[in-house]
């Protein structure tokens, strides 16, 4: 949550839909969540919907105490490289969230939709194609 209350403010929003999502929800969740720890501490975590077709990165949020660490870049790459190699990737973002944006173009995702989530807020997708696809 402190992740999503600093990506409101990046975005310059006061009501951000993912704040709303319970623990319940969280744990009731049909995806899969993977974490990086630093000393004992959760600090990074990606939920991904595996039996989407493109693979559905749903999240990636890293803690503010671990900022600027490469965090999110470590367990990104652990995703596409190790547990799910090959695979094609879909992720979303708000228009004005820089660093994520930064970081997917880095991984080799492509801008492929500017769209409005309903809420007002500006809206980004991105896809990073699959093996099958850079064959084609």
């Not at 492509?110 to 769209?115: C, F, H, K, S, T």
């Amino acid at each position: 949550m402190a992740s999503y209350r600093e990506e409101a403010r990046l975005l310059d929003i006061d009501d951000f839909p993912p704040l709303r999502r319970t623990v319940e929800a969280i744990q009731q969740a049909p995806s899969r969540f993977f974490g990086l720890s630093v000393e004992g501490t959760l600090a990074a975590v990606a939920e991904v919907d595996a039996d989407s077709e493109p693979l559905d990165l749903s999240a990636l949020v890293v803690h503010p105490d671990f900022f600027r660490r490469g965090l999110a870049t470590a367990l990104l790459r652990q995703l596409l490289d190790g547990e799910f190699p090959g695979r094609a990737v879909s992720v979303t973002t708000g228009a004005a969230n820089g660093p994520a944006i930064q970081l997917y173009e880095k991984l080799g995702f492509r801008l492929v939709d500017r769209w409005d989530h309903g809420e007002g807020i500006p809206m980004v997708t991105f896809h990073r194609p699959g093996e099958e696809e850079s064959l084609g």
